[in-house]
């Protein structure tokens, strides 16, 4: 691949939950295996890395600016709804913005997207309505899915994205027996699948490297490594020095890139859609990059990890990351951050004010959408429900 990168390393150690990165011992300029090294443009990384030379306008990193702030206010917002009881069930993507906003920038209006846990934000970038989004913790009668999903666990026919896999894994190979088919039909469509870290251990994860290896999928697989799989470390998941090289093995060309760097993802991750869209076969790529969260709001992370190890990575935020460097070239500042920041908390207010209060999907609803025609023994269940009273008002109970 055409990865430009020259080693730079400064002296302060490496982020402890980051799988060792080979140390660029060789001399600047030459040019390291992508799998090994981690390829960054912004840079400013406590850890050796390579300087990836960014493909991003100003004006797209801007926008990308926006839908970081964007994710990490609704996010904030969802929490909060969990907690007071008002939603049973939200995984937050905090710290790992970087990945799902600039892939969502990358990919053309056809492609698909297959998520695992912390990608559903890239449908909104690609348009899907913010009320809708939220209709969709709610499960209420304003969700597209009509309650059927768990919370959080959305998907959108019109902006091409795929439920969430809570499953870990099966995701992987659906992604790339998409793409064998839009190419088998001589489509240009590029399918995207996600996977964490801990789904690299799956079987899922070797039958869908193997498939795109072999077959050259238009696949591009993507590996949020946060160091941790709930509460199992990356170092308990591979001996491997990284995630990345295994892609050798499969014959899949593959990149690691810090994660945490939206210019550094968006010119992998471009390069890979359109590599692939042109016949080129799949890419695999690591983002290095850290939960600062829970894994989800059923989770107490300070049972497994350091405060310090947090601590750590928070110096590390893709959000302060982006704005320092925009704000070096004079694009935003504080003062501009805060008003688009209170511009998008306003707008996730009003969209949570307008859609809390819509019933529950109506019980009829359980029977559509599976059968044409309805067979004899639904029609009778169907009737048996509806004459019974209405159910109790709806409760956000439920964990996971
Ligand atoms: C097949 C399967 N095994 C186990 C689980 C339980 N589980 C849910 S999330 C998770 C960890 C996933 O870790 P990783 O793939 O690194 O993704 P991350 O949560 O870090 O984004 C596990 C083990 C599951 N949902 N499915
Ligand atoms: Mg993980």
Request: glycine letters at 8%; one cysteine or more; a negative charge.
């Amino acid at each position: 691949m055409a990865f430009v990168a020259v080693n730079e390393v400064s002296s302060a150690p490496p982020l402890a939950a980051s799988p060792a990165p080979v140390s660029p011992a060789a001399a600047p300029e030459q040019t390291l295996d992508p799998s090994l090294g981690l390829l960054s443009v912004i840079g400013d990384l406590d850890q050796p890395f390579q300087r990836l030379e960014s493909t991003v306008t100003d004006e797209l990193a801007l926008r990308m600016y926006r839908e970081l702030l964007r994710i990490r206010v609704l996010d904030a917002r969802m929490i909060v709804l969990q907690r007071q009881g008002r939603v049973g069930f939200y995984g937050a993507c905090t710290g790992q913005e970087a990945v799902p906003i600039a892939c969502g920038f990358a990919v053309a209006e056809g492609d698909w997207v297959f998520p695992a846990l912390r990608e559903q934000a890239i449908m909104l970038v690609r348009g899907f309505p913010l009320t809708k989004f939220i209709a969709q913790v709610f499960g209420n009668s304003g969700d597209v899915l009509k309650g059927r999903q768990m919370p959080s666990h959305p998907s959108g026919k019109q902006v091409h994205q795929v439920s969430w896999s809570s499953v870990i894994g099966p995701q992987i190979p659906q992604a790339v027996g998409a793409a064998w088919a839009a190419k088998l039909r001589k489509k240009s469509d590029v399918m995207l699948g996600f996977m964490g870290d801990g789904a690299t251990s799956e079987p899922d994860f070797h039958a869908a490297m193997t498939f795109a290896g072999v077959h050259k999928t238009p696949s591009v697989l993507i590996c949020q490594n946060n160091g941790w799989s709930i509460s199992v470390p990356t170092a308990r998941q591979t001996a491997s020095q990284t995630i990345a090289v295994k892609g050798h093995a499969y014959g899949v060309p593959s990149v690691r890139v810090d994660g945490n760097d939206a210019l550094a993802v968006y010119t992998v991750v471009h390069e890979a859609v359109e590599r692939a869209r042109r016949g080129e076969g799949p890419t695999f790529v690591e983002c290095v990059t850290y939960r600062i969260g829970a894994h989800s709001t059923s989770d107490d992370p300070t049972r497994y990890r350091t405060n310090e190890e947090v601590e750590r990575w928070k110096r590390r935020d893709p959000v302060e990351r982006l704005h320092k460097w925009l704000a070096q070239k004079g694009l935003t500042g504080d003062e501009q951050r805060a008003a688009i920041e209170a511009e998008l908390d306003a707008e996730v207010v009003a969209a949570i004010k307008e859609v809390e209060p819509l019933a529950a999907p109506s019980r009829e609803s359980l029977f559509d959408d599976v059968y044409a025609e309805l067979p004899w023994h639904l029609r009778e269940q169907r009737d048996e429900l509806m004459a019974l009273p209405p159910a109790p008002s709806h409760d956000a109970k439920g964990g996971h």
